[in-house]
């Protein structure tokens, strides 16, 4: 269902992606790992334009564009397909929970009120935030902002959630709460692309693990193969710097 | 010198001068008005970095910002019909309250690009992102997130400058329009209680401006709805 070919960015004379190439299937929970820099967020950030790629395609569902021949029109199409959730959560601050919630789906899918209200509600409850649809986000905790930016993200009912390590600004304490959703929502069948440095919950949730460094992809798999019988030196060499604990069991 | 000092002539000037009040106000509001527009228009070429168009507009800025009020109304008063007069139209007839009007109108523009500008610069590039990630179109994302938002900061430097305004339209009486300070300056020739007459027009300024602080507080209260307690501005 997504399809990524030769994805080339470069920042100034860095070059962040080195030509990616990448295969998502319907429903599929993908998670990208690798040390900071590796190009991981700009992946992510390529698949709904709010960076264009120099190089490369990008095919979600029945939207294929070309990082050649790219029009408005194309990328508004992109957008439409995805939903983003942002690590700093960035929630309309001057729209309270529910309007945040009910935003796209009045203004981009122009869905009457009542409708949108009902959509609304429903992805709030199913956060476990429906009894403050009518807080503004400052009045929120961080895994509460977070929650509702996946609600926000989810009452679009994309074809793909991407998720920019979602739980990287929280602290340690709520970081539970918002696993607990993204998990919850894996369940439902929803196709989602997680960028994160939890590597537990990647291992437990993922379907297939991506390991990135420096702007290509080093190695992918299950993540029974990724965490325990890695083929590439640098993905061990990560994972035992991000996971301490497997010292002490093998 | 005048005749001697009457304090009851204070509060017999009161509602003469007031029945002018309408003019000052009427100026305030079009100015305004007009000064937000022309703000909004000017603040966009230094924001979106358009080449010669954002250097016209920095000029204009620091003329406004570097010239007194009055020589402006001046500059407008005498210059725009010889401007125009290049192109056969006439408007030395006009009713001097609209030079004023235009005067303090390009006044605020000015004033209002620059504090516009600051105010959008301000807002979290995130909520741009955000609004483009749920498929919003760049004038809906700046019109319905950023603008809102931009506006909240904006507004007590908009504030202060508007209060600014209203006291400065005092001077319009220079070119003639009379407003309260004009209908002042006629008492004074008529009646030679000149400052009975300033005592009774600072206290009318005065109480304006008290009116117009009070409902900005009201207005700001509104806009800081969705900050944390505390914390009022940025």
């Known amino acids: 269902m997504i399809e990524i070919e030769g994805l080339k960015k470069k920042f100034g004379h860095n070059e962040v992606l080195k030509g990616i190439n990448m295969h998502v299937e319907k429903g599929e929970i993908i998670s990208i790992l690798g040390p900071s820099g590796s190009g991981k967020t700009t992946l992510l950030r390529c698949l709904n334009y709010l960076e264009s790629p120099d190089e490369g395609q990008i095919v979600i569902d029945d939207v294929l564009i070309n990082a050649h021949k790219v029009n408005k029109k194309d990328i508004y199409q992109l957008r439409k397909k995805s939903a983003m959730v942002f690590q700093a959560y960035n929630l309309f601050q001057h729209k309270t929970v529910l309007q945040n919630v009910m935003e796209g789906l009045v203004v981009v899918q122009k869905k009457s009120v009542n409708e949108a209200k009902e959509k609304a509600l429903e992805v709030l409850q199913k956060v476990g935030l429906k009894n403050k649809i009518d807080a503004y986000p400052s009045q929120l905790s961080g895994g509460q902002q977070q929650r509702v930016g996946i609600a926000r993200a989810l009452a679009l009912n994309p074809e793909v959630i991407l998720f920019d390590e979602p739980t990287s600004a929280l602290d340690p304490e709520l970081v539970g709460e918002v696993l607990e959703v993204i998990a919850k929502i894996a369940r439902e069948g929803k196709t989602m692309i997680i960028v994160t440095h939890e590597m537990n919950f990647a291992r437990e949730i993922s379907d297939r693990i991506i390991f990135m460094d420096n702007g290509v992809v080093i190695e992918e798999g299950i993540p029974q193969q990724i965490f325990t019988e890695q083929k590439e030196e640098r993905t061990r060499q990560f994972l035992k710097r991000m996971t301490p604990e497997l010292d002490y069991s093998i | ?234």
């Open chain 2, 1 to 234: 010198m005048g005749k001697a000092f009457d304090p009851i002539l204070i509060i017999e000037f009161l509602p003469t001068l007031i029945k002018y009040l309408g003019v000052t106000l009427e100026i305030v509001f079009f100015s305004m008005i007009f000064g937000t527009i022309i703000g909004i228009i000017v603040a966009l070429p230094k924001l979106f970095h358009i080449p010669i168009v954002r250097q016209i507009v920095t000029l204009y800025i620091s003329f406004i910002r570097g010239t007194p009020i009055l020589i402006q109304l001046f500059l407008v008063y005498y210059g725009l019909p010889a401007l125009l007069s290049i192109w056969n139209i006439d408007i030395t007839r006009m009713d001097a309250l609209y030079f004023v009007i235009i005067t303090y109108s390009l006044s605020h523009g000015a004033i209002f690009a620059e504090i516009f500008r600051g105010a959008i610069q301000a807002i979290d590039i995130g909520q741009t992102e955000a609004a483009y990630s749920i498929g919003m179109k760049p004038l809906q994302s700046f019109f319905r997130i950023v603008l809102p938002q931009a506006i909240r900061i904006a507004f007590p430097n908009m504030a202060n400058s508007i209060i600014g305004s209203l006291k400065d339209t005092s001077l319009a009486f220079t070119i003639g329009v009379m407003d309260m300070m004009g209908r002042g300056e006629t008492l004074i020739s008529s009646t030679a209680h000149a400052l009975e007459v300033y005592i009774s027009l600072s206290i009318v300024y005065y109480v304006i401006v008290l009116v117009f602080e009070k409902i900005f507080k009201i207005s700001e209260r509104y806009f800081n709805r969705y900050q944390p307690h505390g914390i009022s501005s940025i």
